[in-house]
């Protein structure tokens, strides 16, 4: 099959348009959220990204809510809630991390789910006592949470599980238990028997059906992709990609200036045909702050590479070695990675800690104005959607450009 020949530019609009960060996001027809418009969005940004990745750290909001709302705008949050943990349209598992996923695509990690049956474990040796005791629980007396488990903790170190945390966590692995809904922040364990639906259930697929349709959804996501950004997006090895990616009907492409290394030719990469089909890519840019575990930026090499922006969390660097802040969400305007920002909260001010803008973005001063209005929307967007009223920059870099982004704060109705 001969290679298309893709730009840099090329690429990185269709992985934009990929990701849904250009051009309109198409809502889930579920008749279960039809009286609720915002939660049909998030899920249809959740099966358009096919993961969406959590964490347990919380500044503007949650991760999870940061990437419905990078795509969406500001989507009702307790709507993002509901589309993802109602119980019935998502479920979580391990993906690209531990991630949200549609319901439908439970059957696409039986091979995982074999693959920890296979070991026994999960993170920690498993209590074989504790697990006959969670699934016993879950079958008398319903969906539980940890804490009606036993509790998660013994009272030491975060590490320090009950034996009843960890059982129901193998189980999670493993497929006999499943969450599709948390209390608060924790899980609600519950068997798959009432959380998953029979379809899905009885669904047996083997391990190269299984990876071969992740690693396609992956391109789907992704537009187009290296070798190692397959494998990444959904957590398999190079080697399983090589295996399946003749049957996944991706296109192979190469992308010039992309550097791949790991031993794969200069600008070799899949694409998916719809993305293919998509060029020339049209529809709106959004101006957004993302998330630093957004599926865009998840992937260091990825994001230097396809945008040349070098992305680290610095959220468990000490605080006298950050360079850019303890939560540092990239800012993504018109197409490109302009800048950073360090976002906290107090009362009803939206508290910029540090916001750092690229050289390239403040090299001329039409290009400094265009980005301190860029930022100063940014921030508007991200301040009305939390319910704050105001928004303080700490520190800027370049401090130059505190003027201009003054300005434009006013001219959105913000100081």
């Known amino acids: 099959m001969p ?122 040796r498993t209590p074989e006592e504790a697990v006959a005791d969670v699934l016993a629980r879950l079958r008398a007396e319903g969906p539980l949470t940890v804490t009606g488990l036993g509790g998660a903790k013994k009272g030491g170190e975060w590490f320090d599980r009950t034996d009843q945390k960890i059982a129901a966590e193998f189980l999670l692995a493993t497929g006999e238990v499943v969450c599709t809904r948390r209390e608060g922040w924790r899980r609600v364990y519950d068997l798959p028997e009432r959380a998953v639906p029979a379809e899905l259930r009885e669904r047996d697929m083997d391990d190269a059906e299984c990876v071969t349709t992740l690693v396609r959804r992956a391109a789907r996501a ?112 018109g197409g490109r990675l302009i800048g950073r920002v360090d976002p906290a909260r107090e009362g009803t001010t939206l508290v910029v800690r540090k916001a750092s803008l690229e050289p390239e973005a403040v090299s001329t001063p039409a290009r400094a104005a265009r980005t301190a209005a860029h930022l100063a929307d940014a921030l508007r967007e991200a301040a009305s959607w939390v319910g704050c009223d105001a928004v303080r920059v700490e520190r800027l870099d370049p401090p130059e450009l505190a003027a201009l982004l003054s300005t434009a704060l006013k001219e959105t109705g913000l100081s």
Not at 6 to 32: M, N
Not at 46 to 53: D, K, S
Not at 250 to 272: E, F, Q, R
Request: proline letters at 6%; aromatic letters at 8%; a positive charge.
């Open 222 to 333: 992704l537009g187009v992709a290296t070798r190692a950004d397959l494998a990444d997006y959904v957590r398999v090895r190079g080697e399983d990609v090589d295996s399946v990616v003749e049957a996944t009907g991706l296109i192979p492409v190469t992308v010039a200036g992309w550097a791949n290394g790991n031993g794969t030719p200069k600008g070799a990469a899949w694409a998916h045909p719809e993305a293919l089909a998509a060029l020339p890519t049209r529809g709106r840019h959004r101006t957004t702050l993302l998330s630093p575990f957004d599926s865009l930026v998840w992937d260091r090499k990825r994001t230097q590479r396809v945008f040349g922006f070098d992305h680290r969390l610095e959220a468990y660097v000490p605080r006298d070695k950050r360079v850019h802040g303890y939560f540092t969400m990239p800012l993504l305007a």
């Open 3 to 124: 290679t298309h020949e893709l730009t840099a530019d090329e690429a990185r609009r269709i992985q934009l348009h990929a990701q849904g960060l250009l051009g309109r996001v198409a809502p889930a027809p579920i008749s279960g959220l039809r009286g609720d418009p915002d939660a049909r969005r998030a899920l249809g940004a959740l099966r358009h990204l096919g993961a969406v990745q959590l964490d347990t750290i919380s500044v503007l909001a949650r991760s999870h809510e940061l990437v419905a709302y990078a795509r969406l705008g500001p989507v009702g949050r307790t709507s993002v809630e509901r589309a993802y943990w109602g119980g019935s349209a998502a479920f979580e598992y391990w993906s690209h991390a531990a991630c949200i996923l549609p319901i439908e695509d439970w059957p696409l990690y039986a091979f995982r789910r074999r693959n920890y049956r296979s070991r026994g474990r999960h993170w920690h």
